[in-house]
């Protein structure tokens, strides 16, 4: 025990001396809800005997201890020096630290007197009073050859928690008791104080002049005192007489709390980790539930396919395999090892270096104390920065993150010098703890990687739409069902048709997950193969219907098929089961649900297929969805259309707030209802049918006769003129001169259409009564024909052709100028 002399500063008063304390905690009906070993010896009371009871009848006073009764102890300013305190503070009549002098007596015992504090507590729990008391006598026998202060200063004693700081003011204590308990984090109080007192003796440490808090140091006693203790009962042993009863008591105290603790330590942890399969979350989760209870400093690595969320190769990991600095948690103060290992970064670790050691053999390494060598040894391996003043003097504990026999990652732990370094305890519980961070972050790990598996496949089979096509805006959703089945049967599409035509689709595959996506990829694929050959909606969907059959009894879909016509204001609908669509009249502003055949899903066979003719405005809005919008299991689908409808008509600044406006009139209708969320797909698309104006189209009707293609170019570039694009003239007449040229010469009748369309391009369309279609020709150095369409292929925004009505479209597209 170290002493401060006389003349030395006040200031480097070391601590003295270590008294086992008395703990009892009151709830807030003055009741005892914990009896220390401490307060068994000191009270009288057996635990069992304690817990449940009326603390005031567990602790009698009897005044006062007169001044001569004992060596002065003199008390921080303030607090209670009578009983009275006390008495109060157990009746829960105090709300901030109380400490006092009090005397115990009892029929047959020796007086005792006692030294007490009682700290409020505040937090979620029941517990709202925590006592510590102490047997003055024992301070004074501790102590019986301490000098005596020259300029008359006394013996100071408070009991606190956590850094060996000066002891706090007491307001100050009471709100930052749960932030300075000792091997706890923030924020939790009664859990904290509840758990604290099952670590066995704290250490009431006291010097000549300064305040020094008790430290329970994860209630098990330094290695010198248990060697000590265990040298006393040796020796007991060996005489042939029996263990004392204290040394007895407190062993066995200790080895079952110090068991109990760490048990309640992982059970704790593994309740707070694991809370969700967001990777990064449950790293943060981790290492908060390390540091700075079990450790100082807990810094993890992942691997670099973990962290992408990308699969990776069973195996041994080795000196190139790239690992991400993915978390550090730490006590030390803000800033200081952000330089040095900041996180983010990505690293191979050396062969010569103990995280190798445990990356490759997947077990825990253990250093209890890092030397100037050693540390210098680990450093020189780690070229790209000085670690060593971090490391030296310091315990350092390296557990596997492992799971399913997978090394995921590591996480070095460690430990300041003023703490007990890490024993091979501590690397079971360490080894256990990471075991079950590693299970966690595996489970993470796997989700992500399904989940982007699922969102590059759901990515890949529904389209992006263009915002604008020819004489209409589209806007799109897409919604899954589960957050954990992200890929689904419901589909949207857009074809671009000859004649500046759109058609739209909206499809359902029924079912949910791969094999549904899987049909749904098959289906929409042949839905644009057969739209690009302009096939009338209701042969479309015959056709698609065929398909399905061949392709097995378990492709059944919803289908909804429609093409719209700017110049003619019109749309051609199928259905195929699904759903009707709803049309908003921009005159009015009306809503009406279509009244369409409903047909039979796809693949059920057998069932004729009808269009419908609908006369359009520009402006008006064309919505179709699938049945997860408007459907949900209990409710009558009639409560969801009429909400479609109603929504529909808001008005909206854009199309993609309109979309929104109708995804969250369903889903409040449908909670406040009482049907919780939907659990099906949702797709959902919107057109606004701008239409094309009469002024913008211009049709002309040609002889087949190859001095029409004079013709059709002095036609196209007064046309072109008329609008202001002079820019285009040049172009449009050399390729409209290839197309009409193929026409004339393949035609078998003796008229040809042309056509020219202004809208967000130029089109032009030539169309005659001959069925094959052109295509592109490899032509050499002295071929006369063939090379038409390679001079439209090169020079044209985009070309195309199909077959139209008796006979063949072609045409092609020119940007508008800047």
Known sequence: MERGTPDGPATQSAVAGRIPLAVVVVNGAGLVSHWSSGARRLFGYAKDEAVGRRAVDLLPVSGALPEEATTPLDLPDGYEELDSGLEASLGGHTSYPAAGRARLSEPGRDRVDVLWWAYPLVGPGPERLLVLAADADRLRRENPDDPVDPEGATERIAPGFGLHTEFPGYEELARRLPEILPSMGVAEGSRIVSQVLELGYPVLEFSQHDRVPVTPDWGVPRRAERKARRERVARAVAAGQPVPQDLADEAEDLEYLAVRERLEFLNEVSGRIGTSLDLARTINEVSRAIVPRFANVACTYLREQVVAGEGFAEGVPDSTTMWHRVALEHTDEPGRWDDVVPVGEAMPFPADTPFFQCMTTGDPVLIPHISEEMGHAIASELDKRDIRPFIVDRS????????????????????????????????????????????????????????????????????????????????????????????????????????????????????????????????????????????????????????AQRLGEQYLATCLYAVYDPIAGELQISNAGHIPPVVVRAEDGRSDLLDLPTGAPIGVGGVPFETVRIPVAPGDRLVMCTDGLVEVRGEDIAVGLATLCESAAHPAASMDDACDTIIRALAVTFTEAGRGGRKDDVALLMARLNGIAAED????????????????????????????????????????????????????????????????????????????LPTLLSTGADDEFGRGLAVVSALAREWGSARAGDGKSVWFELSLPR
């Open 697 to 772: 189209v211009a049709d002309w009707q040609l002889q087949v006769d190859p001095r029409e293609v004079g013709r059709a170019r002095r036609l196209v570039r007064a046309q072109l003129r008329r609008w202001g694009l002079e820019q285009l003239v040049e172009t449009a007449e050399l390729l409209v001169s290839e197309v009409v040229t193929n026409a004339v010469r393949h035609a078998h009748g003796d008229q040809l259409a042309l056509r020219l369309v202004r809208s967000d391009v130029v089109q032009c369309e030539v169309i005659d009564d001959e069925h094959t």
């Open 396 to 547: 350092m504990l390296i557990v596997p993150l492992k799971a399913r026999n997978v090394v995921l990652g590591f996480s070095v732990l460690l430990r300041h010098p003023d703490r007990i370094v890490f024993n091979d305890m501590d690397r079971v519980t360490g080894a256990e703890l990471a075991a079950r961070a590693a299970l966690v972050l595996d489970n993470a790990r796997m989700y992500t990687y399904q989940e982007n598996v699922a969102e590059t496949l759901q990515d890949s089979m529904l389209p992006h739409i263009a915002p604008r096509m020819s004489g209409c805006d589209i806007a799109t959703r897409y919604l899954p069902g589960t957050l954990l089945g992200r890929v689904g049967g419901d589909w949207f599409d857009s074809v671009k048709l000859p004649g500046s035509r759109t058609a739209l689709v909206v499809g359902d595959v029924m079912g949910h997950g791969l094999n549904s996506a899987a049909m749904m990829g098959q289906l929409r694929t042949a839905v644009q193969t057969m739209a690009a050959l302009d096939l009338p909606p209701a042969q479309l969907l015959r056709n698609l219907d065929d398909l």
